[in-house]
């Protein structure tokens, strides 16, 4: 086949290609630039040169060409801007989820021609043909399983996927990697929020934010326990970073127009719970699942729920959860299983 494959930089990426290519398909490795490092000089380096540096060396040594294509102000006006204004009301954004549905495998269609079948990337995850309709499944590693990051792709768009890597565990994709000698092969995988490369995330907000002092309330209390300077840097269940002694103390509330962070210590009623509203659905298969026998994640990650649906429309549904979850946070995603089969995504209401 003529593929398409999405080169990052990175030890999975580059096995993927390095598989492709002993299969004997055609084969162009392209790098999307998407950093915005570029905005943030001011803060050091740029991860992405490195990243480039490590595509190409890949592709010298698998013999591919390599092609760049520029993507920053399509990610800016999608998912940076997506998650600016979910930060803005408060809530909890996945911007990878994002990345995945509306760039890698959609306007990165748009940028290359149908002469290529495929487009594969280095996700843990397996995309299937029954016969009928194309699956996405979970990889056999659960721990590095990515489905999770893709429960927002359309049959369209999964119809193009490929997952070279899907088949494999982690430890197998390194072994891959020093077999085949890659330049990869020893690289840290990477971590955070794939547009800000080495940029914490709070020096992204307060870029774009400023910071606004407000107050810290003990919600058991009532009685202020210090100051904060933006509610916009928290999130309910985080328990690091408030700077207070007499912990743990845990955000169990945002009070966005009066920029009120409330924590409270080990009160499980408060933080825990074992049920949520979703809305905003994306069935892989175009149908609502059964009610019945489904798991849920509600971040990426091996833990899963037992749960149940009661649909109150076409696109929101109360989901129960057979234990409690301390982190349950409106705005981030929860992606719904049945056995290895990712039946699709909602977001938390």
């Given amino acids: 086949m003529k593929i398409a494959v999405l080169l990052s930089g990175g030890v999975d990426s580059s096995v993927a290609l390095r598989l492709l290519k002993n299969e004997g398909h055609q084969l162009t490795a392209f790098y999307l630039k998407i950093w915005l490092q570029d905005e943030f000089s001011f803060l050091g380096e740029c991860p992405w040169e490195e990243d480039l540096r490590y595509a190409r060396a890949a592709c010298e040594q698998i013999g591919i060409p390599l092609e760049i294509i520029p993507l920053q102000t399509e990610y800016w006006e999608t998912v940076v801007t997506y998650t600016i204004e979910e930060i803005k009301e408060g809530r909890t954004p996945n911007p990878d989820i994002f990345c995945n549905s509306l760039i890698k495998f959609g306007q990165f269609y748009d940028k290359i021609d149908d002469s290529y079948e495929k487009v594969a990337s280095g996700h843990y995850a397996k995309a299937e043909y029954d016969g009928k309709k194309y699956q996405l499944k979970m990889s056999p590693d659960p721990v590095k399983d990515q489905t999770y990051f893709l429960a927002y792709l359309t049959q369209q768009q999964l119809s193009r996927a490929l997952f070279p890597i899907g088949s494999f565990k982690k430890s197998e994709v390194r072994e891959f990697a020093h077999q085949f000698k890659l330049p990869t092969m020893d690289r840290r995988d990477s971590q955070g929020i794939c547009f800000l490369g080495q940029i914490k995330f709070n020096e992204f907000i307060k870029h774009h934010l400023g910071e606004i002092k407000g107050d810290i309330v003990n919600i058991d209390s009532g009685k202020k326990l210090g100051t904060h300077n933006g509610y916009y840097f928290y999130t309910i269940g985080q328990r690091s970073g408030l700077g207070l002694s007499g912990g743990p103390w845990y955000v ?73 979850d301390q982190g349950i946070a409106p705005g981030q995603f929860a992606v719904f299983y049945h056995d290895d089969l990712c039946l699709g995504s909602g977001v938390i209401l």
Wanted: some cysteine.
């Fill in 252 to 324: 169990v509330k945002k009070d966005v127009k009066e920029n009120i962070i409330y924590i409270s210590r080990e009160d499980h009623s408060l933080r825990e719970r074992d049920f949520f509203t979703a809305g905003k659905f994306n069935w892989i298969g175009e149908e609502k699942p059964s009610t019945e026998n489904l798991k849920v994640k509600i971040r990426h990650g091996a833990k899963m729920y037992n749960c149940r649906f009661i649909f109150s429309g076409d696109n929101e549904a109360e989901i129960k959860l057979d234990k409690q």
